[in-house]
């Protein structure tokens, strides 16, 4: 991906499938576009309202989705000359998508549906609790509102 900015941050439109039931949600394959190999993947749930920041991976890519809900996502840089700059991304049921974030972006999401929303990170290594770096949500100023 050359240079990690926040142009890093890649979107994929991805196919729903109507079927009788219940629709078919694509998340990813080995030939996509981001992938980077599979660590591990695993479910965050969010409620209405709720903000979880900040976070940063040090050497995890991300794969993110959301198959029920709307999560709205910020994710925070500092370019090299100092510079800050956000980029938001709200994803969900209404804008199936998949967000390929590479390493050294912090990140928050907040819950915007009505009801309880479904995070999928497609990780590119598994979870290695000294590979993240934290910040409390008022180190990052955003104005989640």
């Not at 969010?46 to 959301?66: C, D, F, P, Q, R």
Request: glycine fraction near 10%; charge should be neutral; proline fraction near 4%.
């Amino acid at each position: 991906m050359g240079a990690i900015n926040l142009n890093s941050i890649l979107e994929t439109h991805l196919e729903t499938i109507k079927t009788k039931g219940g629709d078919v949600l694509h998340g990813l394959k080995k030939t996509d576009l981001g992938y980077e190999g599979f660590g591990e993947a695993y479910f965050s749930r969010i409620e209405s309202g709720l903000i979880k920041a900040w976070k940063k991976h040090n050497s995890m890519t991300m794969n993110i989705l959301v198959p029920l809900g709307e999560v709205r996502f910020v994710f925070y840089f500092i370019n090299p000359d100092g510079t800050e700059n956000f980029l938001v991304k709200d994803i969900g049921v209404s804008n199936y998508v998949r967000l390929t974030v590479p390493p050294g972006i912090w990140f928050g999401f907040k819950g915007i549906s009505q009801s309880l929303s479904l995070v999928l990170n497609i990780a590119s290594i598994p979870h290695e609790p000294n590979e993240v770096d934290r910040k409390n949500i008022d180190d990052i100023k955003f104005n989640w509102s």
